[in-house]
């Protein structure tokens, strides 16, 4: 195991082809980790950060990082600063931290954290897991049979191709003032909006499920889900979980001019 340590200026360092632990420290550096499993700590500063081979763990620190996993089982976190992360051809962890990031997951079923700020999530390839935490963010699915999580803020969301679930685990995340906006809703796809973690009646005991009432207006029960068609490829989709009959969760979905109870966890 090799410890190189960078200086307080814009170091230029290339790792092993063993296991290094490489800190950037403070300056704009480029840090290569090379063959092995390495640990990669850009500091402070705009860091050019490359992972390579191995199972690498690559912290971006401070500062607008460039940071690109490459092959293996890669953890990444930007850190603080508006960074840019891609994954590679195997299962990564990616996390954006706190900032405005762009994270492209790449190929593998990888897990991708926005974390705070408005960030742009790009699964690609395979099943992912996207969440964008705090912020209005974007977040793409791409191929495969992804779960995507918008989090807080009003975030538009798109699956891409396969079956696809977004995921809602409380009515703050999607309000009719801040709705989320589904932009490719396939029925033929198996999509599914996951309700399943919001309690549908607030003022009893437990999570309850919601009930599906279609296109009806709410009748002053917690707990009722209904959708409002807009047009012929739109459908708002509300639910009421204190029995006021005024909608508590809103999300503005596209892509499907009806849905089912089917189409729902609820």
């Not at 791409?142 to 679930?165: E, F, H």
């Not at 919001?198 to 002053?220: E, K, L, M, P, V």
């Amino acid at each position: 195991m090799n410890l190189i340590n960078g200086t307080a200026g814009d170091d230029i360092i290339t790792g092993t082809d063993n296991t290094d632990i490489i800190f950037g420290q403070d300056g704009n550096d480029q840090i290569e980790g090379g063959a092995g499993s390495d640990i990669i700590d850009g500091g402070n500063g705009d860091d050019a950060l490359y992972g390579n081979d191995g199972n690498d763990v690559i912290l971006g620190g401070a500062g607008a990082d460039s940071i690109d996993a490459g092959d293996g089982l890669n953890v990444v976190d930007g850190g603080v600063g508006d960074d840019t992360i891609g994954g590679g051809l195997d299962t990564d962890v990616l996390h954006g931290g706190a900032g405005d990031d762009t994270i492209f997951a790449n190929s593998g079923d990888d897990v991708v954290l926005g974390g705070d700020g408005r960030d742009s999530l790009f699964g690609d390839n395979g099943n992912d897991t996207l969440n964008g935490g705090a912020g209005d963010d974007f977040i793409d699915g791409g191929n495969g049979n992804d779960v995507i999580t918008g989090g807080a803020g009003q975030d538009q969301l798109a699956g891409g191709a396969g079956s696809d679930t977004f995921v809602y685990g409380g009515v703050s995340q999607s309000t009719p003032s801040a709705a989320d906006i589904i932009q490719d809703f396939s029925t033929a796809d198996h999509d599914l909006i996951d309700l399943s973690a919001i309690d549908a009646d607030s003022g009893a005991r437990g999570n309850q499920a919601f009930a599906f009432i279609g296109t009806d207006a709410f009748g002053g029960h917690a707990g009722q889900l209904r959708i409002e068609l807009v047009d012929a490829s739109t459908v708002l989709v509300q639910a009421d979980v204190n029995g006021d009959k005024t909608a508590d969760l809103q999300i503005e979905v596209h892509g499907v001019g009806i849905l089912a109870a089917a189409d729902f966890v609820l």
